[in-house]
């Protein structure tokens, strides 16, 4: 059994659908105050995520708090991204636990794990690379291009990540509605009989 089958579309549905049936999905998926908690606690920790993160972006593209040095509102306000990021991920990952495989097959969840990605390799290069040499550039207005080049990939990734979580709720293009057009059953993953 190699790596084509264990990763293959219908593996990972056969153990997601085991995970579905476990008793803590299932109680929480039928949860009528748990699961609206975690879901309350996911969009709230936003504000600390999304929020802090949309702040710091004006500040790189030099429309917002010009006066402040860019290194002092990183300091400030990272330890709260960091918080909204671990609450946001805990929440998530119980979102998903309630019904993983209708998320697993939701093309709006799977383009937001996409732009998840594509925000955190962003978050990395920024604080890892430009950011590196804010001593040079603290209060440089505008600040150079490569901050404002990462601030724009910031607020486009993220309002990707906080729109199409939001319609993962809406069943469009859900697998078990068929007939659905040939790409949304590949990118969703759909499994449809011949
Ligand atoms: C870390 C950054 C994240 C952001 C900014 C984010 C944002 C959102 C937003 C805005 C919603 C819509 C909430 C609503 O209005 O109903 C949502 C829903 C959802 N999120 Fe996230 N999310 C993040 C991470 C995750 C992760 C890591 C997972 C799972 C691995 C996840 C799973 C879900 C699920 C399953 C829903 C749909 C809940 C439903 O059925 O309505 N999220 N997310």
């Known amino acids: 059994m190699g790596w084509e089958f264990i990763l293959s579309p219908v593996s990972i549905l056969g153990l997601l659908e ?3 049936a476990t008793p803590w999905s299932v109680a929480l998926h039928e949860s009528l105050y748990m699961w609206p908690l ?11 995520l999304v929020g802090t993160a949309i ?15 860019v290194s002092e509102l990183t300091g400030r306000l990272l330890p709260w991204t960091r918080l909204g990021f671990v609450v946001m991920l805990a929440t998530g990952l119980l979102l998903f636990y309630a019904t993983p495989v209708r998320n697993y097959q939701n093309i ?9 990605v594509v925000a955190g390799i962003n978050v990395w290069l920024f604080h890892s690379r430009i950011h590196r040499s804010v ?3 603290d209060l440089a207005m505008p600040p150079p291009r490569a901050a404002r080049v990462a601030a724009v990939v910031s607020l486009v990734a993220w309002a990707i990540v906080v729109v199409s979580g939001r319609f993962i709720a809406y069943n469009w293009f859900d697998c078990d509605i068929q007939p659905q057009s040939a790409f949304v059953n590949w990118a969703a993953g759909c499994v449809v009989p011949e």
């Not at 975690?38 to 600390?48: D, G, M, R, Y």
């Not at 702040?55 to 040095?69: E, F, Q």
């Open 135 to 137: 001593g040079e550039w």
């Open 108 to 116: 709006f969840f799977r383009l937001k794990m996409v732009l998840l």
């Open 18 to 20: 085991w995970v579905a």
């Open 38 to 48: 975690v879901e309350s606690t996911h969009v709230l920790s936003l504000a600390l």
């Open 55 to 69: 702040m710091l972006d004006l500040r790189l593209l030099g429309v917002a708090m010009k006066r402040a040095p």
